[in-house]
């Protein structure tokens, strides 16, 4: 807005100026044509009669002082100020030709005129020139400028105001909007009041689709919690109770077997501690965005060879399926490494003593799938959705330490990645878990 | 946002700033800083008046300013001029001049200072330029005739049948005509110029004047003086403060305002750019156009004073009883300057002298 004020005071000074001099230039060019008319030759000398309207007319310009001077041929002094200085570069013509100059320490405003004598003895240009202080041309100036500014003034400050209100009414149903989202309830949900304003509609859209999510997000939150209180209360419940029972014990092979049962339902707590300390990390990396460049072979050997390493006395086979050993993509190290440890605890869990575990990468265009296969009982297919949630164990009758968290960890990650995760039952026996992640993030 | 509407406002409060310079007040005397005693105060005044006129003012002003000590110059108009402009006078503080034209010449020529005049010193239109150059007289330039030589014929009432007179009453005023030898005396030049401005007729004027064998004079003075002791019938554009002043104490001679038009040309004060004493100055001035000062000139001085609420002899008010005038106050500015012009002034000059030095003496 300052820089608009600027530019048109700029734009209004030159524009008083110009019209000011239009004016006053025209008394000047009356009054040189006025002298120049009065030039005659007059047995071969030139003549000028100063007539009394040359200064009459410029006295309408009532506080400038006026200097003049008319020279003959060759440029000879005839009248006037000897020095009165003649316009650069001036080709004589009968045309006024304005300049500005200075005389006697003022500026002058003048005009140059000419005319061409052709008598016997007197042949060439004679001239003209006339000059006027400014003070008439600058109180006119002036005066249009003090105008004008004053309009332009008025112009901007009218500008300025209906926009301030302008914008006041716009923004008065976003105030109202926060208003109401401060003065609501934490837990007061429903849509927000609506709004008659077209460009403020969209907003309080999102934000009750925000809400709505953020809603989704502390119910399943809060059956996380419900279910996962539940389960260590019910695994350490069971263990007091066990121990309480093996205190009383004095059979010492019933004694061993109650130890056994501690041991079981210590190793389910400490699996459930440790799963759920996991899901904690890997949704805190998800919100933390953690990624980094990760070599996908060297990634998943390691996390083979340590489980080979922690089940080296069991049955289980382990097999890794690899074709693209320089593959890398943009991932979060630590989530996929716990993801898919996850994945092998519950393909062993959930598998045969003789499980045939299988690790590997297929590589489709710009997707990579890390897979894990093993030789369990697979997930019934009307189970395979709700599987992935988290806690939803499935029912398969086996009595063992599944929590259902490995699957939601999975899960997690997947969606932290930008991926999928899918469950698909292999024929004739086994699950294939899935993660399909983009290789580079978008 | 904010920036732009602390920028308008301040531009709204310049603007304001602005007016407010621009109603100025100032001070309505300027006197006061004379009053104290620590240093005799010096006024030079240069001027082509005659000091007797001018005597009662100046020592009015004394009268007022102890401490100021004014010494009077008296030079002849054009030389006057001329000893301003080429140097030769230094320290002049106070310019008074009859000759309206090089009075208005200097001013234009920038030998002049600008003057503030209080809005209380309520002044014609016509009698100041600039705030520069102040009239501060009101001089109408009349004809003046010697009684006896008109007993028995009327006296010409105007310009017109002044020009009859002369030619149809040859006899009556051959070689008893006087008027101003415009090659010696600037306000003669003036007068004559300025006919020519105001009259169509002011070529035969001329013709006649040089038929009937004038005498031309430097002075006015000199034209009474004559008129008085019946030398001369009549004087054509004399000063009508100087005529009117004498003719007041001598009944020999009577004064015409002609019917058809009076010029009043005013002397003009002004502070030269060469002033030491710029306030003191400047100070007289003031009071030269104050009331008190007008008051002066109106009832003491042989001038006229410039302002009509002046009362006495010498006043506006006295000068036009009983009668009808056609005043043409000839205004201070540009114009006036026209018969400066060398050429124009040369060729009026030859013009003249070849109608009267043809004349048979």
């Given at each position: 807005m300052l820089v608009v004020f600027l530019v048109l005071s700029a734009g209004v000074w030159q524009y008083a100026n110009r019209t000011a001099d239009l004016s006053y230039d025209r008394l000047l060019?009356?009054?040189?044509?006025?002298?120049?008319?009065?030039?005659?030759?007059?047995?071969?000398?030139?003549e000028v009669d100063l007539p009394y309207a040359a200064l009459d007319i410029l006295s309408l310009a009532p506080d400038?002082?006026?200097?003049?001077?008319?020279?003959?041929?060759?440029?000879?002094?005839?009248?006037g100020y000897k020095d009165f200085p003649p316009p650069e570069h001036y080709t004589p013509s009968a045309s006024p030709v304005f300049y500005n100059t200075n005389y006697l320490n003022e500026p002058i405003r003048a005009v140059v005129v000419s005319k061409r004598l052709d008598d016997p003895g007197v042949s060439g240009w004679v001239e003209v020139r006339i000059g006027q202080s400014r003070n008439a041309r600058n109180a006119l100036s002036n005066e249009i400028l003090l105008g004008e500014m004053a309009v332009l003034v008025l112009v901007i400050t009218l500008a300025l105001t209906s926009l301030a209100f302008g914008i006041n009414r716009t923004l008065s149903p976003l105030n109202q909007l926060s208003r109401s989202l401060r003065e609501r309830r934490a837990d007061e949900m429903g849509p927000l009041p609506d709004t008659d304003i077209k460009e403020v509609k969209p907003l309080i859209a999102s934000i009750d689709q925000y809400r709505t999510r953020l809603q989704s997000n502390l119910d399943m939150m809060q059956v996380f919690i419900a279910d996962a209180s539940h389960q260590i209360r019910t695994a350490l419940s069971s263990v007091q109770a066990q121990l309480?029972?093996?205190?009383?014990?004095?059979?010492?092979?019933?004694?061993?077997?109650?130890?056994?049962?501690?041991?079981?339902?210590?190793?389910?707590?400490?699996r459930l501690t440790n799963q759920l300390l996991t899901h904690a990390l890997v949704a805190h990396r998800r919100d933390t965005n953690q990624f980094q460049q990760v070599k996908l072979d060297a990634l998943l050997s390691a996390i083979l060879t340590s489980e080979v390493r922690d089940h080296a006395d069991s049955n289980i086979e382990f097999n890794y399926s690899n074709t693209h050993r320089d593959l890398t993509i943009d991932a979060d190290p630590v989530s996929l490494r716990e993801c898919l440890r996850n994945l092998i605890d519950n393909a062993i869990k959930y598998g045969p003593e003789n499980n045939s575990i299988t690790l590997g990468i297929d590589v489709e265009a710009e997707q990579v799938k890390i897979f894990v296969d093993d030789q369990g009982p697979g997930i019934p297919d009307e189970m395979l959705q709700r599987a992935v949630l988290r806690f939803e164990r499935i029912e398969t009758g086996k009595n063992t330490l599944g929590s259902g968290l490995g699957l939601g960890i999975a899960n997690t990650v997947t969606e932290a990645h930008g991926g999928q995760l899918h469950l698909i039952n292999r024929q004739p026996q086994g699950l294939r878990v899935e993660l399909v992640l983009p290789r580079r993030r978008i | 946002m904010k920036i732009a509407i602390r920028a308008a406002i301040v531009c709204l409060l310049s603007i304001t700033a602005l007016q407010a310079a621009e109603r100025r007040t100032p001070s309505d005397q300027g006197f006061e800083q004379f009053t104290t005693p620590n240093s005799v105060k010096r006024l030079d005044i240069y001027s082509a008046t005659d000091t007797r006129a001018i005597k009662p003012i100046i020592e009015a002003f004394e009268r007022r300013h102890p401490y100021i000590d004014v010494r009077y110059n008296e030079y002849e108009s054009t030389t006057l001029y001329n000893a301003l402009t080429s140097g030769k006078i230094k320290g002049a503080d106070v310019v008074l001049s009859s000759a309206m034209d090089l009075q208005v010449k200097l001013v234009n020529d920038g030998h002049a200072r600008t003057l503030d005049i209080p809005e209380s010193i309520d002044l014609p239109e016509w009698s100041h330029w600039r705030n520069e150059a102040f009239g501060f007289t009101f001089e109408p330039v009349v004809i003046a005739?010697?009684?006896?030589?008109?007993?028995?014929?009327?006296?010409?009432?105007?310009?017109?049948?002044?020009?009859?007179?002369?030619?149809?009453?040859?006899?009556?005023?051959?070689?008893?005509?006087?008027?101003?030898?415009?090659?010696?005396?600037?306000?003669?030049?003036?007068?004559?110029?300025?006919?020519?401005?105001?009259?169509?007729i002011s070529g035969r004027i001329l013709e006649s004047l040089a038929r009937a064998a004038s005498h031309t004079y430097c002075c006015t003075s000199d034209m009474l003086d004559d008129l008085g002791e019946g030398k001369l019938a009549l004087a054509y554009n004399v000063l009508g403060s100087y005529a009117l002043a004498r003719a007041r104490k001598d009944s020999r001679i009577g004064v015409i305002m002609p019917e058809d038009y009076t010029l009043v040309m005013s002397r003009i004060a002004l502070v030269p750019k060469q002033t030491d004493n710029f306030a003191t100055a400047q100070a007289f001035i003031r009071f030269l156009l104050s009331k008190e000062g007008q008051q002066i000139i109106a009832s003491k001085s042989n001038l006229i004073a410039l302002r009509p609420e002046a009362t006495g002899p010498s006043s506006i008010a006295a000068i036009s009883e009983?009668?009808?005038?056609?005043?043409?106050?000839?205004?201070?500015?540009?114009?006036?300057?026209?018969?400066?012009?060398?050429?124009?002034?040369e060729r009026f000059i030859r013009e003249w002298s070849q109608l009267f030095d043809a004349r048979t003496p």
């Amino acid at each position: 807005m300052l820089v608009v004020f600027l530019v048109l005071s700029a734009g209004v000074w030159q524009y008083a100026n110009r019209t000011a001099d239009l004016s006053y230039d025209r008394l000047l060019t009356g009054s040189a044509l006025a002298i120049i008319e009065r030039i005659r030759s007059r047995n071969g000398q030139v003549e000028v009669d100063l007539p009394y309207a040359a200064l009459d007319i410029l006295s309408l310009a009532p506080d400038d002082k006026v200097y003049y001077a008319v020279s003959g041929p060759d440029k000879s002094y005839l009248t006037g100020y000897k020095d009165f200085p003649p316009p650069e570069h001036y080709t004589p013509s009968a045309s006024p030709v304005f300049y500005n100059t200075n005389y006697l320490n003022e500026p002058i405003r003048a005009v140059v005129v000419s005319k061409r004598l052709d008598d016997p003895g007197v042949s060439g240009w004679v001239e003209v020139r006339i000059g006027q202080s400014r003070n008439a041309r600058n109180a006119l100036s002036n005066e249009i400028l003090l105008g004008e500014m004053a309009v332009l003034v008025l112009v901007i400050t009218l500008a300025l105001t209906s926009l301030a209100f302008g914008i006041n009414r716009t923004l008065s149903p976003l105030n109202q909007l926060s208003r109401s989202l401060r003065e609501r309830r934490a837990d007061e949900m429903g849509p927000l009041p609506d709004t008659d304003i077209k460009e403020v509609k969209p907003l309080i859209a999102s934000i009750d689709q925000y809400r709505t999510r953020l809603q989704s997000n502390l119910d399943m939150m809060q059956v996380f919690i419900a279910d996962a209180s539940h389960q260590i209360r019910t695994a350490l419940s069971s263990v007091q109770a066990q121990l309480d029972m093996a205190e009383m014990e004095h059979d010492q092979d019933k004694l061993q077997n109650r130890l056994a049962l501690i041991r079981n339902q210590h190793r389910k707590l400490t699996r459930l501690t440790n799963q759920l300390l996991t899901h904690a990390l890997v949704a805190h990396r998800r919100d933390t965005n953690q990624f980094q460049q990760v070599k996908l072979d060297a990634l998943l050997s390691a996390i083979l060879t340590s489980e080979v390493r922690d089940h080296a006395d069991s049955n289980i086979e382990f097999n890794y399926s690899n074709t693209h050993r320089d593959l890398t993509i943009d991932a979060d190290p630590v989530s996929l490494r716990e993801c898919l440890r996850n994945l092998i605890d519950n393909a062993i869990k959930y598998g045969p003593e003789n499980n045939s575990i299988t690790l590997g990468i297929d590589v489709e265009a710009e997707q990579v799938k890390i897979f894990v296969d093993d030789q369990g009982p697979g997930i019934p297919d009307e189970m395979l959705q709700r599987a992935v949630l988290r806690f939803e164990r499935i029912e398969t009758g086996k009595n063992t330490l599944g929590s259902g968290l490995g699957l939601g960890i999975a899960n997690t990650v997947t969606e932290a990645h930008g991926g999928q995760l899918h469950l698909i039952n292999r024929q004739p026996q086994g699950l294939r878990v899935e993660l399909v992640l983009p290789r580079r993030r978008i | 946002m904010k920036i732009a509407i602390r920028a308008a406002i301040v531009c709204l409060l310049s603007i304001t700033a602005l007016q407010a310079a621009e109603r100025r007040t100032p001070s309505d005397q300027g006197f006061e800083q004379f009053t104290t005693p620590n240093s005799v105060k010096r006024l030079d005044i240069y001027s082509a008046t005659d000091t007797r006129a001018i005597k009662p003012i100046i020592e009015a002003f004394e009268r007022r300013h102890p401490y100021i000590d004014v010494r009077y110059n008296e030079y002849e108009s054009t030389t006057l001029y001329n000893a301003l402009t080429s140097g030769k006078i230094k320290g002049a503080d106070v310019v008074l001049s009859s000759a309206m034209d090089l009075q208005v010449k200097l001013v234009n020529d920038g030998h002049a200072r600008t003057l503030d005049i209080p809005e209380s010193i309520d002044l014609p239109e016509w009698s100041h330029w600039r705030n520069e150059a102040f009239g501060f007289t009101f001089e109408p330039v009349v004809i003046a005739y010697n009684k006896a030589s008109f007993e028995n014929a009327p006296v010409p009432s105007s310009h017109e049948s002044l020009v009859d007179a002369l030619r149809n009453d040859p006899e009556r005023y051959y070689e008893k005509v006087g008027s101003y030898d415009i090659r010696l005396s600037g306000a003669g030049y003036f007068f004559a110029t300025h006919d020519t401005v105001v009259s169509s007729i002011s070529g035969r004027i001329l013709e006649s004047l040089a038929r009937a064998a004038s005498h031309t004079y430097c002075c006015t003075s000199d034209m009474l003086d004559d008129l008085g002791e019946g030398k001369l019938a009549l004087a054509y554009n004399v000063l009508g403060s100087y005529a009117l002043a004498r003719a007041r104490k001598d009944s020999r001679i009577g004064v015409i305002m002609p019917e058809d038009y009076t010029l009043v040309m005013s002397r003009i004060a002004l502070v030269p750019k060469q002033t030491d004493n710029f306030a003191t100055a400047q100070a007289f001035i003031r009071f030269l156009l104050s009331k008190e000062g007008q008051q002066i000139i109106a009832s003491k001085s042989n001038l006229i004073a410039l302002r009509p609420e002046a009362t006495g002899p010498s006043s506006i008010a006295a000068i036009s009883e009983k009668r009808q005038l056609r005043f043409h106050p000839i205004k201070i500015g540009l114009p006036v300057m026209t018969f400066q012009d060398e050429m124009k002034r040369e060729r009026f000059i030859r013009e003249w002298s070849q109608l009267f030095d043809a004349r048979t003496p």
